[in-house]
């Protein structure tokens, strides 16, 4: 298969001939070769944003305050990892030797709507797990 990848953000009209000139100039070519041509429209979404950003960290800040664990404290930075292995695991690879490797979405890259889901999430855990009492 011929390797072909081309992004077009459509934020006005002009661009649209674009993207025609750039499905007819390579349909035709995959078609002839009995190869499939895929084409994805989406929404961009947007990254989380600092209002956002903001408010995980107050959370995280009111969870390091209140929540006890096996009778410890733990600092905001603990529980902002915590959180992220427990909700943002990306991927997993497997080591020739049998290890396993997670890695985790940054909270950086998320998008609103990811970055909304996972401040939820929080929100119904620590009230459930650690008895928090949001103040906000």
Known sequence: ?????????LRDGGIWT???????????AFAERGEPLRVIVTAEEKQRNALQNRKLHAMLSEIADNAWWNGQQ?????WK???RRRFLLKDEY???????????????????GAFSELIQKIYVE???????????
């Open 1 to 9: 298969m011929t390797a072909l990848y081309r992004e077009f953000t």
């Open 18 to 28: 674009h993207v025609v000139a750039f499905v007819r100039a390579n349909a035709q």
């Open 74 to 78: 733990y600092p905001m930075e603990f």
């Open 81 to 83: 990892e915590y959180y």
């Open 94 to 112: 497997a080591t020739p030797d049998g290890e396993i490797i997670q890695v985790y979405w940054s909270t950086a890259e998320l998008s609103v």
């Open 126 to 136: 620590a009230a459930s797990d650690f008895g928090i009492e949001w103040q906000f």
